[in-house]
């Protein structure tokens, strides 16, 4: 999960980029309303929390702006205010929760993980591919209810290839997913993640779940009443019809 936290309370920022981080999350943080919707016309979150009061905008401007552009990230607002009318605003601008400060942090990270899931078309924390089924909430993945150990890196790959399963996903893209643009490493790492996991993946029963995109990068498609053994995802450029843009 990407999240954008935009929170100009250092202390509190600070706290909550642990937070997440030890849930797994990749974060880029800010403490302004502009930068963060500069953020998001570069970059795809799965999320944003957002802080209401902002030193040069309103977290509401931020939530209108978003809206009217058609950016429909899920935002969940982080704030102070109690009164009702606040609460109110924030969901008729188009927030999709809005949390009390202070908050539980087991609840905030259990909100996330729903909204986003819903975001993605998935009601409920396990999504199964053929044989594979994995926990968002968890992050534990399974064959055939056998647990496959990945790394963290592995897992964020395979996740973000099952919430966008049929979509071609870029080297560049996973780079960009797992490092946020900081740091990041040479792009045939990528490479090296994928072949990993499928070895993984192969070893416990599941081979051929991820198709590569000669050229172009990777991508799962749904089994489609087929089992994970006889499911053999063999891609070429020419035959994909995508059902999205490439993040």
């Not at 919707?37 to 570069?42: D, S, Y």
């Not at 979150?45 to 040069?56: K, M, N, Q, R, S």
């Not at 942090?105 to 996330?112: G, N, S, V």
């Amino acid at each position: 999960m990407r999240v954008l936290l935009v929170e100009d309370d250092l202390v509190a920022a600070r706290g909550m980029n642990l937070m997440l981080k030890a849930a797994g999350a990749i974060v880029d943080q800010t403490d302004s309303g502009e930068e963060s919707l500069e953020l998001l016309r570069h970059y795809e979150y799965d999320i944003v929390l957002l802080d209401l009061a902002l030193p040069d905008i309103e977290g509401f401007e931020v939530v209108r702006r978003m809206r009217v552009s058609r950016n429909d990230t899920p935002v969940i607002i982080l704030s102070g205010l109690t009164m009702p009318q606040a609460r109110v605003k924030a969901l008729s601008l188009g927030a999709d929760d809005f949390i009390t400060k202070p908050f539980d942090k087991a609840e905030l990270l259990a909100r996330m993980q729903a909204i986003v899931r819903r975001s993605k078309g998935f009601s409920q924390p396990s999504v199964r591919l053929g044989a594979v089924e994995l926990n968002l909430d968890s992050r534990e993945v399974t064959v055939d209810g056998r647990e496959v150990r990945l790394t963290g890196k592995e897992y964020a790959i395979l996740e973000l290839l099952v919430l966008r399963k049929g979509m071609v996903l870029t080297k560049e893209a996973f780079l960009n997913h797992l490092y946020g643009g900081m740091d990041e490493p040479e792009v045939k790492i990528i490479d090296v993640f994928v072949c990993k996991l499928r070895k993984k993946l192969a070893q416990a029963g599941a081979d051929n779940l991820i198709g590569t995109i000669w050229g172009r990068g990777y991508m799962i498609r749904e089994p489609a009443g087929q089992t994970a053994d006889s499911y053999q995802p063999v891609f070429a450029p020419s035959g994909i019809q995508r059902q999205a843009s490439v993040i």
